[in-house]
């Protein structure tokens, strides 16, 4: 704790250029031997050729025991793994714990592995990306994330899958809020992030659709049966069966982007469980940005196509089925002729959805001198209008004349909870205060 | 190495007087990363499991284990003991850094811009030190201001904080809206018992900042009988600005102003970020 002792004394020297950091070898093994055994019995400090103090110990990773010998103690666990193990699949960003791209899970939490004395994880399990998945092939979640478009230079690409594998030990239905807060700390400069979320929410939704299936071939199966209204009445297992074994990825395949699970079954997943709200959810000033282009039938359930409509249902839990809705058919079924007899369809749909596949909702851009719809330029004002001009730069906002009351420009801090106002929907002053 | 007991770490590091005591690591890793730290021996102390956790103590105390993670702090049940160092837990990092970061570590290291000070500064807590053969108690703003500091051998172990049972805000300004070091944050609790307000402002200056007189001043301008009742007003909306004012105006003074014209210009910014997040503390505190 006392950082600021004179520690560099005695036979360490600071400006000493440490080898063993710069090459990849192990240190040369000490002429004078090791040093004075703890007291306490603990592993016993070395010191190396150069006075460094050094430590022998045993890594545990992805289950092996990977003895490391004469490593300064100093090492972060990142080193170590990359120069000494050759697991480079952590790679090393900063050095500082901002970038994430050297995540790890010691002990199952998810930490940067820049920060991590390696000489202190001797008696942790650790975990890498490299354990994410056997037999070198693609986890679930780095498939979707190449899938999703998430990895462009890829160097943070490592440092995400196991965030996200992290992410979703905890969390099998992470909200967007939820995933974004929970990926803060891995940086990506490349992707913008949205090839990201959308990984998550693929990974999501086919684990669960996975889950769900499972438990239909096991249990659920005779209530099934009849919403998917299964063709074949001799062989009342085909269906289930033949949707597992579409929907379970195996480790060899990749992962298709799964459709969502039907309606009926979805429910009651998708209300978040008490206790993982989102942390502006309960709020009357958190704003659900409106998603930014419309779900459409060709993309909507693939996760890949970012169908953030869906999200914004599970954050709010007002999703209920409206009386009459039957639950979309297996995956396979013939098409029933009476989904076009059935009025209580049309209402709650967007009449988009009427005007059938394969007609989207481009809109061709009107020719060349077609008046536009938007805000329409009326020409200048008329001479002698007065001139309001424009406040300088950093002056408060509510001094302005149409100036925004209230606003003070600071916005609360990452991860303050916003109060709900008290008065309705408008936000003054005391309700940010 | 790695002790899995408090008095175990307490004799190695009497043993070995170079020796740095470790829990999170995160901030001693960024210096030795850096080259800034050599250190002599490290001492793990996350084996430790009974500085892991937190225990009532007589009624009106909670006393924290310094390796009571950040993760740790923000979870429910925490929050609803002490909820603006859940608060100040939540907002200090990524989850990779609060998974490890330590309340012990984050008050060893003092940080101007560490998050827990200003709660802890603000709840006048008092941290236990250990060493070999006997322990001491120390008020946190003694051992952040070296008034009293951390002596060699001696080991963090608890953090005594009183339980208020009263609301306490925590609020933080940053560069970007995502986890980041806070460029000013305000810890605020009402203490009803004594019909006092407290106020510590964090991150701009070495040291949490308590404006005394601000707080004596605003807790006469709060109207306490009307607490509890509905739809009270508590303060005058003027009032509460004012308040901002005085504490912005006590930590940062009018000299930092003069200053050359990027700096002025700088600390002006400053002040009226921390009156606002004065403001706002009192004003959702009194809600």
């Known amino acids: ?433 | 190495m790695l002790p899995a007991s408090l008095d175990e770490a307490v004799e190695a590091l009497a043993a070995t007087p170079g020796a740095v005591p470790v829990a999170g690591a995160t901030d001693l890793m960024e210096a030795v990363n850096a080259g800034r730290l050599r250190p002599a021996a490290l001492i793990g102390l996350g084996r430790i499991t009974e500085l892991r956790g937190w225990r009532y103590e007589d009624g009106g105390t909670a006393v924290l284990g310094a390796g009571l993670t950040h993760a740790r702090m923000d979870r429910p049940d925490f929050a609803a003991l002490i909820p603006a160092l859940a608060d100040a837990a939540r907002t200090a990092g990524p989850p990779q850094i609060r998974n490890v970061g330590t309340l012990g570590g984050n008050i060893a290291t003092a940080a101007p811009a560490g998050d827990t000070l200003p709660v802890l500064t603000v709840l006048e807590a008092t941290a236990t030190l250990a060493r070999a053969g006997g322990t001491r108690e120390v008020p946190i703003s003694h051992l952040l201001t070296g008034l009293d500091p951390l002596r060699p051998g001696e080991l963090l172990t608890w953090v005594r904080v009183p339980l208020l049972h009263a609301p306490q805000v925590f609020l933080k300004a940053t560069g970007r809206s995502g986890p980041a070091r806070a460029s000013a944050s305000v810890a605020l609790v009402l203490d009803p018992a004594r019909r006092a307000v407290r106020c510590a402002v964090g991150a701009v200056a070495p040291v949490p900042l308590r404006p005394l007189e601000a707080e004596a001043w605003v807790a006469g301008c709060i109207d306490w009988d009307a607490r509890g009742e509905e739809g009270a007003a508590l303060i005058d909306p003027a009032a509460a600005a004012a308040f901002g004012e005085y504490v912005a105006g006590a930590c940062i003074p009018d000299g930092a102003l003069d200053g050359p014209e990027g700096a002025g210009a700088l600390a002006a910014r400053l002040r009226r970020t921390v009156s606002v997040l004065a403001r706002r503390a009192l004003g959702r505190a009194l809600k």
């Open chain 1, 1 to 433: 704790m006392t950082t600021t002792d004179p520690i560099d004394s005695g036979a360490i020297d600071p400006g000493t250029v440490d080898p063993g950091r710069l090459g990849s070898g192990p240190v040369e093994a000490d002429p004078r031997g090791p040093g004075p055994l703890d007291p306490l019995g603990f592993s016993p400090v070395e010191f190396g050729g150069d006075g460094r103090p050094c430590a022998s110990y045993i890594l545990r990773v992805n289950g092996f025991e990977r003895p490391v010998t004469d490593a300064w103690i100093g090492e972060s666990l990142l080193y170590v793994l990359r120069e000494r193990l050759g697991l480079a699949g952590a790679k090393d960003g900063c050095e500082q714990g901002e970038c994430g791209a050297c995540s790890v899970l010691v002990d199952g939490q998810l930490v940067a592995g820049c920060l991590v004395p390696a000489a202190l994880a001797s008696d942790s399990e650790i975990a890498t990306v490299e354990g994410l998945s056997a037999g070198g092939a693609a986890s679930d979640v780095q498939q979707a994330l190449a899938d999703s478009g998430a990895v462009q230079c890829g160097y943070c690409t490592p440092g995400l899958a196991v965030a996200v594998h992290d992410l979703l030990q905890r969390n099998h239905r992470p909200s967007e809020v939820e995933a974004r807060q929970a990926l803060c700390g891995n940086l990506c400069r490349c992707t913008g992030y949205r090839g990201v979320l959308a990984a998550v929410q693929a990974v999501a939704e086919a684990r669960g659709t996975e889950e769900e299936t499972g438990e239909d071939a096991a249990v659920a199966e005779p209530a099934a049966e009849p919403v998917a209204g299964a063709p074949e009445t001799t062989e009342p297992l085909a269906a289930p069966v033949e949707d597992t074994g579409i929907a379970q990825p195996s480790a060899t395949q990749p992962v298709a982007p799964q459709p969502v699970p039907p309606v009926s079954a979805q429910v009651a997943a998708d209300l978040p469980p008490a206790g993982e709200m989102p942390l502006y959810a309960d709020s009357e000033a958190w704003v659900e940005a409106e998603a930014l282009y419309p779900a459409e039938p060709t993309t909507a359930g693939t996760g890949v196509g970012i169908d953030y409509g869906t999200v914004t249902v599970h954050q709010t839990g007002i999703y209920e089925p409206y009386p009459g809705y039957t639950a979309t058919p297996a995956h396979g079924t013939p098409y029933d002729s009476s989904y076009e007899s059935q009025s209580s369809y049309e209402a709650p749909y967007d009449a988009a959805y009427d005007t059938g596949y394969g007609q989207s909702h481009y809109e061709a851009t009107p020719a060349h001198g077609t008046a536009a719809d938007g805000p329409v330029y009326d020409g200048a004002p008329v001479h002698g209008t007065p001139y309001i001009p424009t406040p300088a730069h950093g002056t408060a906002y509510a001094e302005t004349a149409a100036g925004y009351e209230g606003y003070d420009g600071t916005t609360p801090a990452h991860g303050i909870h916003l109060q709900p106002s008290a008065g309705g929907t408008s936000i003054s002053e005391d309700d940010h205060a």
